[in-house]
C-alpha cells in the first residue's frame, strides 16, 4: 500500500491557540508562510483546544467562516490534535495535559465538539482523524472505576460518530494516543486494552463494528522508541491484532549512547529540561531492562542513579526536529522513524501522517524567528523519506 495521498501535516499545537482568533493569526504567521516555502500543498493539522471549540459552536456560522478563512489562506484540513484540552502553552502544563482522562464526561463531550468542527472541515465521502490522550494518567487516577469508564465514554463516542457518518457522509477516526508512563504506554498495553476490555464490551452492548470502525490508535513514533520498541515490529503487531492505526505522528525522541564515559553528552541533555512538559526519561540496561525516569531534570542528567549511568542507552519523550540525526553530542532516534514508517507502507491501509515537533519554543536556544525555516526543513525532509520509502 502507498502513503496517504492526502497532502502531509504539521501539528499547529507548536503555536499558542486559546481562541479563534489565536488560531487563525498562527496560521498567518507560520503556517501559511510554511507552505509557501515548502512549494507544496499542505494540510494544517489543527489543534483546537475546549474554547476554541466552544468558540466555533457558539455562532451558526462560525465553523463556516473557518472552513471559508481556511479555504483562503489555500489550506485544508483532515486531522485534528485534541489531546491537550486546554492551555498547552502556560508556564506548567506537565501531566496536566492527561486532563480530563477518558473516565470523565467532558473528554467525551469536547472530543464530539472536536468531530462536529472537523466534519464542517471535510468534503463529503472523505475521512478524518482526531487524536487524544492515552486514557489518562495513572498518578491522577488508578481507580478500579477508571478502565470501566474509559470503555463507557469510547463506545459513546464510536456512537455518536456514526451518526455524524450517516449525517455528514464523512468517516472520523479517533486515535488514542499511547505515551511513556501512561494508562496506555506500550503496544502490547494497547492491545490488551482494545482486545481485552474495550471489544469485549462493545460486542456484549452489540457495537463491536462502529467501535472497531471509530476507535483506534495514533501511533507517535518518539512515544514507542522511548519505550524502547521496535517501532516496525509494534506496528505490525498493533496491524495483525486487528487495531488500525488511524493518524502517525512523525517525530523523534532524544537519544544519549554511552551515559557513563560521555559527560559532555549529559551536560547537553541538561539543557533540555524544563518546565513546561513532561519529558519522560527510560534507559536500556545491558540485561535489557529498560528504567524510567519520570521527568527529565537537569540534576538527574548531571549526577544519574547508578543504575542508569551503567545503562548503555537512554531516551528522552523531548520532540526534536524530525530532520535530525544529531543535536550536537547527542542523538535522536531517526532510525526508528525510518523504520516505523517503512512499516506503514506496508499496512492495507493509508493512515494520516503528521509532523508533531511542538516543543520549538522550549529547546535550548531557541529563536522563533527560525520557527519556519525550521517547520520547512522538517517537511521537506519528511516528504523525501516518504519518496525514498515509496521506490
Known amino acids: 500500500m502507498s502513503f496517504s495521498d492526502l497532502p502531509?501535516?504539521?501539528?499547529?499545537?507548536?503555536?499558542?491557540?486559546?481562541?479563534?482568533?489565536e488560531i487563525e493569526k498562527g496560521l498567518d504567521q507560520y503556517t501559511v508562510p510554511v507552505a509557501h516555502q515548502l512549494g507544496t500543498p499542505l494540510a494544517a493539522g489543527l489543534w483546537l483546544a475546549a474554547p476554541v471549540i466552544r468558540e466555533l459552536s457558539a455562532a451558526p456560522d462560525a465553523g463556516r467562516r473557518f472552513v471559508d478563512g481556511l479555504r483562503s489562506r489555500g489550506?485544508?484540513?483532515?486531522?485534528?490534535?485534541?489531546?491537550?484540552?486546554?492551555?498547552?502553552?502556560?508556564?506548567?502544563?506537565?501531566?496536566?495535559v492527561y486532563v480530563p482522562s477518558w473516565a470523565e464526561r467532558t473528554r467525551l463531550e469536547y472530543t464530539l465538539g472536536a468531530a462536529r468542527t472537523l466534519a464542517q472541515l471535510l468534503p463529503a465521502d472523505t475521512e478524518g482523524s482526531i487524536s487524544t490522550v492515552p486514557l489518562g494518567y495513572p498518578g491522577l487516577d488508578a481507580s478500579s472505576e477508571f478502565l470501566p469508564r474509559c470503555v463507557d465514554h469510547l463506545i459513546a463516542a464510536a456512537d455518536e460518530l456514526q451518526r455524524i457518518q450517516a449525517d455528514r457522509g464523512c468517516t472520523i477516526r479517533i486515535g488514542l494516543e499511547p505515551e511513556p508512563c501512561?494508562?496506555?504506554?506500550?503496544?502490547?498495553?494497547?492491545?490488551?486494552?482494545?482486545?481485552?476490555?474495550?471489544?469485549?464490551?462493545?460486542?456484549?452492548?452489540g457495537c463491536l463494528d462502529a467501535v472497531r470502525m471509530h476507535i483506534g490508535l495514533c501511533f507517535d513514533v518518539c512515544h514507542q522508541a522511548v519505550a524502547f520498541e521496535d517501532v516496525g515490529r509494534s506496528i505490525t503487531a498493533l496491524d495483525e491484532a486487528g487495531i488500525r492505526l488511524n493518524k502517525i505522528h512523525i517525530t523523534c525522541a532524544i537519544e544519549l549512547r554511552d551515559p557513563a564515559t560521555d559527560r559532555t553528552a549529559r551536560q547537553a541533555l541538561a539543557r533540555y529540561a524544563e518546565p513546561r512538559y513532561l519529558h519522560q526519561t527510560k534507559a536500556r540496561t545491558p540485561d535489557g531492562r529498560v528504567l524510567t525516569q519520570f521527568d527529565l531534570e537537569a540534576g538527574f542528567a548531571l549526577e544519574p542513579p547508578a543504575e542508569f549511568l551503567q545503562a548503555p542507552l537512554w531516551r528522552t519523550h523531548f520532540h526534536v526536529p524530525v530532520d535530525a540525526e544529531r543535536l550536537g553530542p547527542l542523538w535522536t532516534t531517526r532510525a526508528e522513524l525510518r523504520a516505523a514508517l517503512a512499516a506503514v507502507r506496508g499496512l492495507s491501509y493509508a493512515p494520516h501522517l503528521e509532523v508533531e515537533t511542538y516543543t520549538w519554543d522550549v529547546m535550548p536556544g531557541a529563536a522563533p524567528q527560525r520557527l519556519v525555516d525550521g517547520l520547512r526543513s522538517e517537511l521537506a525532509a519528511t516528504q523525501t523519506l516518504l519518496a525514498e520509502l515509496s521506490r
Open 8 to 21: 502531509l501535516s504539521y501539528c499547529t499545537n507548536v503555536h499558542p491557540g486559546r481562541t479563534l482568533e
Open 75 to 96: 489550506l485544508t484540513c483532515h486531522t485534528l490534535n485534541a489531546f491537550p484540552f486546554g492551555d498547552f502553552h502556560s508556564p506548567r502544563v506537565k501531566e496536566n
Open 182 to 205: 501512561c494508562w496506555l504506554d506500550t503496544t502490547p498495553s494497547a492491545i490488551e486494552f482494545f482486545t481485552g476490555r474495550l471489544w469485549p464490551a462493545a460486542r456484549e452492548r
